[in-house]
């Protein structure tokens, strides 16, 4: 159910019917009200009855739902009442099969419901309150549970998050590049990884799919890039959500690169809309990585439907590549953008010592960086292409103090 005043985002209600859809709610009725919010109810009290009367087991509301009003349409007409926020996170718990996706899911159901348990612990408890604040200790008592397993969800996500950012420090050490790929949810997402990596990842018609990230590789001569699938984006996400997700959008925040993945064949203003909710996103996570927006099921459109489409987000778009994952269309030219797009190697000129350990870095150098020219001597001198951090890492390692900044800087490739 959602309250609309002037009926202006009927796609609101299609995005609420397809959420209820996928998870796996049976839709019986929907029902609208012109006028404003009700305060007891949020919709009239003859619209609740009119829902009722379907014998529904959850009624479903697009808007917020006040505890009072939760309570209030529990107690009087003895119905389930959850509203869209509720419905997102029923979705991500059926989706959750990683311990840390569900870590995630249960701080966001907590963040959310918290400051309901006060309010509808008092409006339970109210008509047996002796005097004023009768019930406070069994409030406190409530809280505590809930605020001690936060703290500790929290402890727990934030080591994850640490083991995330060694991880990504590592692959990068190693000389890849990381490539993540944002978007609203079921803008086809995992399908293009799929295509891109040959790789099999589940890749469905419906919202979540995606809940904990997924790194494959791309196969490419030029450089090493990995490219990492990640959770969804969602009109109006709440801010609380965003922070639960925090280590698996560090995925996004920490990419030397974002493909920020859009659904071509959605109407122009669904799509715009989208494209602001996304812009909206990862301006809310932290990421400022430089940006390709990826114009998905081109498939679906004509040539002269694309050009338009392309004509009314242009001003939302940077960097834009159309693309059909489901043909292959585009996918090549992508890769391309990808390349050209990513942080630019630098060249150097470098000496090692001709020594055990100078052979070893050697080898080391061999695995992470593009050697363009050897020359054995008493020292070895090096001419590579790479990451300015990876070469002083090797250099700081043979012992060499302040080595990078007094080799010879050649050029950025």
Not at 1 to 28: C, F, Q, T, V, W
Request: hydrophobic share 40%; glycine share 6%.
């Amino acid at each position: 159910m959602r309250e609309d005043p002037h009926r202006k985002r009927p796609e609101s209600i299609d995005e609420l019917r397809n959420l209820a859809r996928s998870a796996g709610y049976n839709i019986l009725a929907e029902i609208t009200q012109i006028r404003g919010r009700d305060r007891r109810f949020q919709l009239g009290r003859g619209k609740i009855i009119q829902a009722a009367a379907h014998e529904p087991d959850t009624l479903i509301f697009y808007n917020p739902l006040s505890p009072g009003q939760v309570y209030n349409i529990k107690k009087e007409f003895g119905i389930r009442v959850i509203d869209r926020f509720n419905l997102i996170l029923e979705i991500f718990a059926s989706r959750a099969t990683t311990r840390e996706a569900k870590l995630q899911v249960e701080l966001a159901r907590l963040t959310y419901e918290a400051p309901f348990v006060r309010a509808m612990i008092s409006l339970r408890k109210l008509s047996e309150r002796p005097g004023y604040r009768g019930t406070g200790s069994y409030e406190e008592a409530m809280y505590q549970d809930i605020s001690g397993r936060m703290a500790k969800i929290r402890a727990d996500l934030k080591g994850v998050e640490k083991q995330g950012d060694a991880r990504r420090l590592r692959l990068k050490d190693r000389g890849f590049d990381l490539v993540a790929l944002a978007g609203y949810t079921n803008a086809g997402k995992s399908t293009i990884l799929n295509v891109i990596t040959s790789e099999s990842v589940a890749a469905e018609d419906q919202p979540f799919t995606t809940l904990s990230p997924t790194t494959r590789a791309i196969r490419t001569k030029k450089r090493k890039v990995l490219l990492t699938d990640t959770v969804g984006f969602i009109d109006d996400l709440p801010l609380f959500l965003i922070n639960s997700f925090r280590s698996t959008l560090a995925e996004i925040v920490q990419a030397d690169l974002v493909l920020l993945v859009v659904d071509l064949s959605d109407p122009p203003g669904i799509l715009r809309k989208k494209l602001v909710s996304c812009h909206d996103a990862l301006w809310d996570c932290g990421s400022y990585a430089p940006m390709i927006t990826v114009l998905n099921k081109a498939d679906r459109l004509t040539k002269d439907e694309i050009i338009s489409r392309q004509k009314e987000v242009q001003d939302l778009a940077p960097n834009p590549v159309v693309v059909s994952a489901a043909t292959g269309r585009g996918l090549e030219e992508l890769i391309d953008h990808v390349l050209e797009n990513l942080p630019p190697l630098e060249e150097f000129e470098i000496e090692l010592p001709g020594t055990e350990e100078g052979m070893n870095q050697l080898s080391r150098l061999y695995e992470v960086a593009d050697l363009l020219e050897v020359k054995y001597g008493e020292m070895i001198a090096v001419r590579l292409r790479g990451r300015r951090s990876m070469v002083a890492r090797v250099l700081k390692r043979v012992g060499t103090r302040d080595a990078l900044e007094k080799q010879n800087h050649v050029r950025p490739d």
